[in-house]
C-alpha cells in the first residue's frame, strides 16, 4: 500500500519553502507524483470612482507574474534534486473552491496549517475546511511554527469508533508503517454511540499491518477532545498525529467540528485527517 499521486497546495506565504520541502519529501519517499496547485493572490475589485482599477490589476498582474515564475522555479530546482516528477497548476485565490476537483484525484493532499499571522498567504481555515470536507482525500497538514520532518517514529492514533476516524487510520497506513510504534488515544468510552467499537480490535487490525501497537484511554473529563489530543501527543512526543475530521455545510459554508478547528488551528505536529 503507497501514494502514487499526491497533490500540494502552495501560496505565496511566508510557508512555501517549508510546504515544498515536506510535499517533495513524501513524494520522494513513495515515489509519487506531485500535483501542485499554486495559490495565486488576487484582490477582490471594488468601485473604482476614478479609473484606477485597471492599473492596479495591471500592477498585481505583473507581481504575481513574477512572484510564480521564482516560485515554480524553485520548487522545479528541489523536486530535480530529489528525483520527483510534478505538474504545475495556477489557481486564483478567488477561485479556490475550483482546487477541490484535482485533489479528488490524488492519493493524499497536503497543505501548510493556516497562519493567520500570514497576510501574503492565500490558504485560509475556509479553504482548509473546504478541501478537507469535500475533496474525500486524506489530509495532511504542516504545522507553520516547525520544519518539515524527514521520520515518523512515533505516531498518534485519536480513535473514538467513528467512520471517519476509521477512514483516517486507513488512509494513513503508508506513513503509519514506517512508525516505530503507533498509540491509540481512545474516546469511545466517552461516546455512547461507539462503545460496541473495543479499542482492542484496532490494536488487533493495526497489529495485522505489523504495527507496534499500545492503547491508551482518556481519562481526563476536565479538557475538551481538541486539546487533550494535541497535549496527549506532546506528552508522547508524536511526531505524527492521525485523527478523523467532523463538519457540515451551512449556507454554503463549511463548518468545522470543535476538535478539527481546535487541532487545525493550534496543531504542533503534522497531521492527517480524513473526513
Known amino acids: 500500500m503507497s501514494y502514487r499521486v499526491i497533490n500540494v497546495f502552495l501560496s ?30 488576487v484582490p477582490a475589485t471594488a468601485q473604482d470612482p476614478y479609473g484606477q482599477a485597471a492599473q492596479m490589476m495591471a500592477l498585481v498582474a505583473e507581481s504575481n507574474r513574477t512572484i510564480r515564475e521564482r516560485a515554480k522555479n524553485a520548487f522545479a530546482s528541489l523536486a530535480d534534486r530529489n528525483g520527483v516528477h510534478f505538474d504545475w497548476r495556477v489557481v486564483a485565490s478567488s477561485a479556490w473552491q475550483e482546487t477541490v476537483p484535482a485533489a479528488r484525484t ?20 475556509g479553504m482548509a475546511g473546504h478541501v478537507l470536507l469535500q475533496s474525500g482525500r486524506p489530509v495532511i497538514f504542516l504545522p507553520y511554527a516547525m ?20 477512514r483516517a487510520i486507513s488512509d494513513a497506513l503508508p506513513l503509519l508503517h514506517s512508525a516505530e510504534k503507533v498509540t491509540i488515544l481512545s474516546a469511545t468510552k466517552e461516546k455512547e454511540a461507539f462503545r460496541r467499537f473495543p479499542d482492542a480490535d484496532l490494536g488487533i487490525y493495526l497489529a495485522e499491518h505489523e504495527l507496534n501497537v499500545e492503547i491508551v484511554e482518556n481519562s481526563n473529563t476536565g479538557i475538551d477532545a ?7 501527543a506532546a506528552d508522547l512526543g508524536a511526531d505524527l498525529l492521525v485523527m478523523g475530521a467532523y463538519g457540515h455545510s451551512r449556507f454554503g459554508e463549511m463548518i ?20
Not at 518539515?148 to 467512520?163: K, N
Not at 468545522?256 to 485527517?273: D, E, F
Request: aromatic share 8%.
Open 106 to 125: 490524488s492519493d493524499l493532499v497536503v497543505m501548510g496549517q493556516p497562519n493567520p499571522d500570514d497576510k501574503q498567504a492565500a490558504l485560509g481555515m
Open 256 to 275: 468545522l467540528g470543535g476538535a478539527t478547528r481546535t487541532v487545525l488551528q493550534s496543531m504542533t505536529l503534522p497531521t492527517i485527517m480524513s473526513h
Open 12 to 41: 505565496q506565504g511566508k510557508d512555501i519553502e517549508r510546504v515544498s520541502e515536506f510535499a517533495v519529501g513524501l513524494a520522494g519517499s513513495f515515489s509519487a507524483r506531485l500535483c501542485v496547485q499554486f495559490m495565486e493572490y
Open 147 to 166: 520544519p518539515a520532518p524527514t521520520s515518523y517514529g512515533q505516531a498518534v492514533i485519536a480513535w473514538d469508533g467513528s467512520r471517519p476516524a476509521a
Open 226 to 232: 481538541g486539546n487533550w489530543i494535541l497535549s496527549s
